[in-house]
């Protein structure tokens, strides 16, 4: 242990040694000093801290002090009890406060107690419990507000841990202040009974033990008692006031000091007529003239000075901002900075402010919290931060949505419209601007809020503008989640992983598979909108092929069998029979005859003419289900399902293509077509 450590140790032993053991008078009035200068320390530093944070050690800190100066209280009554005398230190503040007037002595006591007990003491204690509730009611809101930050990209994730931790420590601290104001009261109370009981059985052992008369005893225990009394109310009511400036303190960029004077003295006018309403005192009371006038001199000399300083000292500071400006625009760092690419922005034009502007009910902020929750879950994938931003270029109703610096996607939105979906079968009645839904390519139109209710009975699907955009998004991230997932995402997804499966992790990472060939297994996952969630299962599978194959083309075939219930689940719900188009054999084995096999893995190798026939197979096939309001699957043999893919993802992206291996044994398939060449 430090020697910090020891010495508050042997504090706290040192309190209770006051409390058993008799101690002589010289160390008595060595530790009263000791206490008065530890209050004065204590009240310094409060006044000097920024915020209350700062000093959150003073809860425990108020305690330890109390009950040292208890302590005190304790040894001080022992001495004077049994010895009729307490130390120099207490002998001479009675006999200074007293004066030789004892009922004076015990009057300037009891104004001491009432200032600390009635003033300061009850009004920490209810400051205390006001700023606990208060603190505590905040934090929800404080909470979504670093949410809100985090998402909008005006804080890092580091930036964000830190607000929440300070935000905890916040509440338990005027927690602790709350409990802490308790202290403070009782030892108020302490200190007066306290003094009844050195006055009152002073006086009697006075008279009985030591045989001295009533006026003597009475003299004596009355210096005592009032010396005893006025040095551990001194600590006190420095402690209490010390209490009660951590309780009212507001977080600033300065001190207690600094902010009274810049504060008092902001407004230079206001001087100006306190020095008149001072001067005028003077000259219309008998209130001597030569008291008034140099006081309104000085507030006058002062107002006028400090009237000065700020036009100074506003030039002088937008000569420091041009310096600074031009100092970083030299600077290299000025350019590195731009070479920073957000993973995703949303930029919109200044009519959608309103989406993002809290003040005007735009929900924005919390519905991309959502967004990012919701495919957390359903892609096992951590969404990285979407920073948003208006962008004067884009037209007033324009948004766009970038993925690592490049445009993924691009709308309009009518802020004051509804966007209202055709159930198929148009009604002329329903008034509108044509448009095209974004996330899905449907025709639509934009309708007023009166033609809202109309268009519901009609059947139409009708939306509000934020549900737009914030299904657009979505749809966007799941579309190219596979172009978020890099090595340093996929690295903090196994080290999530390894505090689970660490024996797991161990057998497939770093040997044999390195974190950038795990990463190119997810992406292909992600890609076909297979989730990743279920990282257990993955990493098992890649144990048990990765030391056969290092292909990661192979390696995800494998995964996907082994996530057939998930996959099978994702497109069939319920007792419902997958309604599938198959491929025709000799397909199949057109397929397969094209593929080539090489040292770095295999790949398709079809002549044109057979690789389009196939594709217009597949088209036909998919217009058929699209006219019969079926959503088209593709369903193949495992040996050539990622070639299938391969052949269909550049024209057909959003196109499922499973193999049998990919179902369960009980899910009914239906076929409503083949992929056959004519």
């Known amino acids: 242990m430090s020697a910090r450590d020891l010495s508050v140790l042997a504090s706290v032993i040192l309190i209770v040694a006051m409390l058993i053991i008799p101690f002589p008078s010289w160390l008595l009035s060595l530790l009263i000093i000791v206490n008065i200068s530890l209050a004065l320390l204590v009240l310094l530093t409060t006044m000097n801290m920024n915020e209350p944070l ?100 005006m804080i890092s994730e580091h930036d964000a841990r830190n607000r929440r931790e300070k935000v905890g420590r916040e509440a338990d601290f005027y927690g602790a202040m709350d409990g802490a104001s308790k202290f403070v009261k009782g030892d108020a109370i302490a200190g007066i009974v306290i003094v009844m009981i050195n006055l009152i059985f002073g006086i009697i052992i006075g008279m009985t033990q030591q045989g001295l008369p009533i006026a003597e005893a009475a003299t004596r225990y009355s210096l005592l008692t009032v010396g005893d009394g006025i040095v551990s109310q001194i600590p006190a009511l420095l402690i209490s006031t010390a209490t009660g400036i951590v309780v009212t303190r507001a977080a600033s960029e ?166 209202a979906m055709s159930p198929g079968v148009e ?47 979505t749809e966007m991230i799941k579309t190219n989640a596979h172009e978020l997932l890099g090595r340093q995402e996929t690295k903090q997804l196994i080290d999530h992983l390894q505090e689970s499966y660490p024996i797991l992790v161990e057998e497939v990472t770093p040997n044999p598979l390195t974190v950038g060939e795990v990463q190119k297994v997810l992406a292909k996952l992600l890609k076909e909108n297979v989730s990743i969630r279920n990282l257990p299962i993955i990493f098992e599978t890649l144990a048990d092929y990765a030391k056969m194959s290092s292909d990661t083309d192979l390696l995800a075939e494998y995964v996907r069998q082994s996530l057939a219930r998930q996959i099978t689940s994702q497109y069939v719900q319920g007792d419902a029979s997958l309604k599938v188009v198959t491929m025709a054999g000799k397909v199949e084995k057109l397929i397969a005859d094209a593929i080539q096999q090489t040292e770095h893995g295999n790949y398709l190798s079809m002549d044109p003419n057979d690789s389009q026939g196939i594709l217009e197979a597949v088209a036909s096939q998919v217009e058929q289900l699209s006219l019969m309001e079926e959503s088209p699957i593709i369903l193949c043999s495992p040996a050539v399902r990622m070639y299938v893919r391969q052949l269909t993802e550049r024209y057909f992206p959003q196109v499922p293509i499973i193999s049998y291996n990919e179902l369960e044994a009980n899910v009914e398939v239906q076929s409503l077509g083949v992929v056959n060449l004519g």
């Open 54 to 153: 700062q000093f959150s050690i003073f809860p425990s800190l108020l305690l330890l002090l109390t009950l040292f100066r208890l302590g005190l209280n304790v040894s001080t009554t022992r001495s004077i009890l049994s010895k009729g005398e307490a130390g120099d230190v207490v002998e001479t503040f009675g006999t200074f406060v007293v004066g030789g007037n004892i009922l004076v002595g015990l009057v300037v006591f009891i104004i001491l107690i009432v200032i600390q007990f009635i003033v300061i003491t009850k009004g920490s204690e209810r400051v205390s419990e006001v700023a606990a509730r208060f603190t505590l009611d905040a934090m929800p809101g404080k909470q979504m507000s670093i949410d809100a930050d985090l998402n909008a990209g």
């Open 254 to 419: 300065g001190n207690l000091g600094q902010d009274i004077m810049n504060q008092l003295l902001a407004y230079p006018a206001m001087l100006y007529v306190a020095a008149f309403t001072i001067f005028m005192l003077g000259v219309a009371t008998p209130i001597n003239d030569i008291l008034t006038i140099p006081v309104a001199a000085l507030m006058g000399i002062g107002a006028f000075m400090l009237s000065r300083s700020p036009k100074e000292t506003e030039s002088d500071m937008m000569e420091m901002e041009e310096e600074v400006e031009q100092d970083e625009m030299k600077s290299p760092e000025s350019v590195v900075n731009l070479l920073n690419v957000d993973p995703i922005e949303f930029e919109f034009g200044y009519g959608l402010i309103p989406l993002a502007d809290t003040n005007q009910g735009g929900d924005l902020l919390d519905r991309i919290v959502m967004i990012r929750r919701q495919l957390a879950i359903e892609l096992g994938l951590v969404i990285p931060v979407v920073r948003i931003r208006d962008n004067i270029q884009l037209q007033p109703n324009e948004y766009r949505l970038k993925i690592k610096g490049n445009e993924m996607a691009r709308g309009e939105l009518l802020l004051d419209h509804y966007l």
């Open 427 to 473: 009604d002329d009645s329903i008034e509108g601007i044509d448009t095209i839904e974004p996330s899905f390519g449907l025709p639509a139109k934009w309708i007023s809020e009166e033609m809202k209710e109309q268009a519901e009975i009609f059947g139409y699907t009708v939306v509000d503008p934020p549900s737009v955009v914030s299904t657009h998004i």
